[in-house]
């Protein structure tokens, strides 16, 4: 057994590691297992990719900054699809994309992130039962405002979700209400901050669920400048305290409700992640993905000139 001499954390005066020291450095090392190979997560995302299907195109909340009406060939933000898939019509995707030589062996994970949200969305459940029978060694990873996530965690886990993102924008409801301009739970409307008091409420539920069953935890935080500011710090101690493993801190894409909004500054949004990662650690990579991206992170591949650019012999 380790002595634990006079110091409040442990460490002995011989310069052994505490229990606590041990038991930390452990965690640290299982967590990096499992978030190898996951380019969202701390894996090298320039040899690894993912694959985002769409499959889910409703959503339950409304949020300010939202807009899923236009589909441009270069737009890249998180609500943006070409077409929305059937389940069956994803599993084939995902077919074609891993028996191709140019994009298939750079594939590590089958991400549902919308366009709407993937839990407001049965087929969410269908996608991922069928990818995970037919590719057991591909990492599945979902995105959620979080609403519906307490009610839902245990079929994810049971469908082997590996690695899961919740967007929290705040912690007090008074400052969601000037971010979410309604949610619909459970076929009732709510607006202000009644509704977001609900998605605050249950996206931190679901988060603490999540950190008990052993979920690899990302949380999104979208800044808007002159409103939720103050928040971030905030929801940065309490994400890492339900267990959460990291923070991605993005800016706001001024559109809908929010058009009037200015986008923070790179220099701004670097000072505010420096100003957390002492908190929890910081996503620094994110491209604000389309809901259909496929390949590296920034470097998304259109699969029809992929292939047209090594044809099969």
Do not use: C, W
């Given at each position: 057994m380790l002595?634990?001499?006079?110091?409040?954390r442990g460490i002995t005066s011989r310069g052994?590691?505490?229990f606590w020291e041990v038991n930390d450095m452990a965690t640290a090392c299982e967590?990096?297992?499992?978030?190898?190979?996951h380019p969202c997560f701390g894996g090298n995302h320039h040899k690894n990719g993912r694959m985002h299907l769409a499959v889910a195109p409703k959503c339950n909340i409304k949020c300010g900054y939202c807009s899923r009406k236009h589909d441009c060939a270069n737009e890249s933000r998180p609500g943006v699809t070409s077409r929305i898939m059937t389940p069956q019509e994803a599993i084939e995707k995902v077919r074609e994309v891993m028996a191709s030589p140019i994009v298939g062996p750079i594939i590590k994970v089958i991400g549902i992130a919308g366009p709407g949200d993937p839990l407001a969305n049965e087929e969410t459940f269908e996608t991922f039962r069928m990818v995970k029978e037919e590719f057991p060694n591909l990492m599945l990873c979902l995105s959620t405002?979080?609403?519906?996530?307490?009610?839902?965690?245990?079929?994810l886990y049971e469908l082997g979700l590996h690695s899961l993102t919740v967007t929290v924008n705040a912690v007090d409801p008074e400052v969601g209400?000037?971010?979410?301009?309604?949610?619909?739970?459970?076929?009732?409307?709510?607006?202000?901050?009644?509704g977001a008091k609900i998605l605050i409420a249950n996206q931190f539920e679901g988060l603490r669920r999540a950190g008990e069953l052993g979920l690899t935890i990302k949380v999104n935080s979208v800044l808007v400048p002159g409103v939720n500011d103050g928040q971030i710090p905030l929801i940065a101690a309490r994400v890492k305290e339900l267990g959460a493993f990291v923070m991605?801190?993005?800016p706001i894409i001024p559109q809908a409700e929010l058009s009037h909004i200015t986008p923070p500054s790179e220099e701004y949004m670097a000072e505010i992640r420096k100003a957390n990662e002492g908190i929890i650690g910081q996503f620094a990579h994110c491209k604000q993905c389309?809901?259909?991206a496929i390949g590296l992170i920034g470097k998304d591949l259109n699969m029809t000139i992929a292939e047209a650019a090594c044809p099969t012999p």
């Open positions: 002595s634990t001499g006079n110091d409040a052994r590691f505490s967590m990096k297992n499992k978030i190898q190979g405002n979080g609403l519906l996530l307490p009610e839902s965690i245990d079929r209400a000037l971010i979410y301009r309604h949610v619909t739970y459970h076929g009732k409307h709510y607006t202000g901050v009644e991605n801190i993005m389309r809901a259909d």
